[in-house]
């Protein structure tokens, strides 16, 4: 497998590898998973995106590709009601509650989708710099888990209530 260099902010995607038969692995099932597993490692930065194993010598696997990348668009300009989100937030913070920052409770007022393509959320918080980076992947995998949003990114920006 190459390595691909994509240092720039990718929207959505469906990651494939189409060099099934080069792994030297007799069973099918064991060739698949082991190129699943190589893409997983080298792009990591593509953990959102479902991953399709193709043959170009079999043509196994290219009758998944169009059928994927038509719901990976579906997810990618997908629109979210702001009460099902803060209903997913709020079971979230339930679930797992936000830690404390510098001694003090951190609230989410209200999360609403600013943008779809790709979908990007806004979370009002009283202490916006208190949302650890952990916290916010937990937050975004709770969106995932809700909502599908496969192949997509999840934006997620934390902002404090404007001060009058």
């Known amino acids: ?25 007799t069973d099918l099932n064991e060739a698949r998973k ?3 597993e190589q893409i997983r490692k080298k792009c990591k930065f593509l953990d959102f995106a479902p ?7 079999s043509g196994y696997g290219v009758e998944k590709l169009l059928p994927q990348v038509e719901l990976v ?16 937030i709020e079971k ?25 393509r790709p979908p990007t959320l806004k979370c009002f918080v009283n ?11 937990y ?4 969106l995932r888990k809700t909502f599908g949003l496969s192949g997509t990114p999840v934006r997620l920006f934390f902002s404090g209530k404007k001060k009058k």
Request: proline share 3%.
């Open 1 to 25: 497998m190459r390595d691909h260099n994509f240092k720039r902010a990718v929207d959505a995607c469906v990651a494939g590898s189409q060099k099934l038969s080069e792994t030297k692995i």
């Open 34 to 36: 082991f190129c699943e």
């Open 51 to 57: 991953v399709i194993i193709l043959s170009a010598l």
């Open 73 to 88: 668009y579906e997810e990618y300009k997908k629109n979210l009601s702001t009460g099902k989100l803060n209903d997913c």
């Open 92 to 116: 979230a913070i339930e679930k797992n509650p936000i830690p404390s920052y510098q001694g003090k409770f951190i609230k989410i007022q209200y999360i609403t989708q600013i943008k779809s």
């Open 127 to 137: 202490y916006p710099e208190g949302i650890h980076f952990s916290y916010k992947r």
């Open 139 to 142: 937050l975004t995998n709770s």
